[in-house]
C-alpha cells in the first residue's frame, strides 16, 4: 500500500504567518492528492483535491502544489480560523484503488 | 442539499460484528460516478480509509481489515452498510461516512462528510 507522511506532525504560528505542510508518498501517485481540514468534534473538510485544485467555498489563502511523490499546503496568512489538523490523503485512481491519509499535522497558535 | 447519517451501536463486545449504516440524501446512490466511503478515526489518532462502494458496484476495501469488512448499498433506501467482524477494542473509533465522486482524469473526492459516529469496543 502507498504511504503518506507528513511533516510537521505539529506546528506553531502567529496569525498572519505563513505556513507550509509537506506530504511525501511512498511511491508516485501522480496529482492524486487531497487535503482536508479537521477541528475538534468534527468532520474532515476537503481543502484541495487534485493537489491544486481548491475546492468550492474554500478561501484562497489556502494552496497546494506538488506532483508524484512530494505535495505542499500552504497556507498564505494563517486566520484564527485556520487552527485545526490537516491531513493529506492519497487516491490513486488505478486498481486496487486502495486510499490512505497522512498522520496529520496539528496547527496550534503560538 | 447533500447531508450523510451514520447510525449504528455505541458500544460492541470484542468478537461481535459492528453494522453501520450511512444514509444519504441529497444524490442517488445511482447516480453515476458517485459512492460512498467509510473512514474511522480512532480518539486523538489520524483519520484512516476503510472501504468505499461506487454505484456501479465497484467496492474496495483496506489491505489490512479487507478480511474483517464487508461493504453494501440499498439504492431504493439511500443507505449504504458497512459491517465489521470480530470486533476489538482496538477498533474503538468515530466512524464517518463520506460521498466521493469521480471526477474527469480519474480524479476522486470526498466532498460531503457524516457526523461520524462514535463506536466503543468494550466487554
Known amino acids: 500500500d502507498i504511504q503518506l507522511t507528513q511533516s510537521p506532525s505539529f506546528l506553531s504560528a502567529s496569525v498572519g504567518d505563513r505556513v507550509t505542510i509537506t506530504c511525501r508518498a511512498s511511491q508516485g501517485i501522480s496529482s492524486y492528492l487531497a487535503w482536508y481540514q479537521q477541528k475538534p468534534g468534527k468532520a474532515p473538510k476537503l481543502l484541495i483535491y487534485?493537489?491544486?485544485t481548491l475546492q468550492s467555498g474554500v478561501p484562497s489563502r489556502f494552496s497546494g502544489s506538488g506532483s508524484g511523490t512530494e505535495f505542499t499546503l500552504t497556507i498564505s496568512s494563517l486566520q484564527p480560523e485556520d487552527f485545526a489538523t490537516y491531513y493529506c490523503?492519497?487516491?490513486?485512481?488505478?486498481?486496487?484503488?486502495?486510499?490512505?491519509f497522512g498522520q496529520g499535522t496539528k496547527v496550534e497558535i503560538k | 442539499q447533500v447531508t450523510l447519517k451514520e447510525s449504528g451501536p455505541v458500544l460492541v463486545k470484542p468478537t461481535e460484528t459492528l453494522t453501520l449504516t450511512c444514509t444519504v440524501s441529497g444524490f442517488s446512490l445511482s447516480n453515476a460516478r458517485m459512492g460512498v466511503s467509510w473512514i474511522r478515526q480512532p480518539p486523538g489518532k489520524a483519520l484512516e480509509w476503510l472501504a468505499h462502494?461506487?454505484?456501479?458496484?465497484?467496492?474496495s476495501y483496506s489491505t489490512s481489515l479487507k478480511s474483517r469488512l464487508t461493504i453494501s448499498k440499498d439504492t431504493s433506501k439511500s443507505q449504504v452498510v458497512l459491517t465489521m467482524t470480530n470486533m476489538d477494542p482496538v477498533d474503538t473509533a468515530t466512524y464517518y461516512c463520506a460521498r466521493i465522486r469521480a471526477m474527469v482524469q480519474g480524479v476522486i473526492i470526498f466532498d460531503y462528510w457524516g457526523q461520524g459516529t462514535l463506536v466503543t469496543v468494550s466487554s
Open positions: 487534485a493537489a491544486s
Open positions: 462502494i461506487f454505484s456501479n458496484d465497484e467496492k
Open positions: 490523503q492519497q487516491l490513486n485512481s488505478y486498481p486496487p484503488s486502495t486510499w490512505t
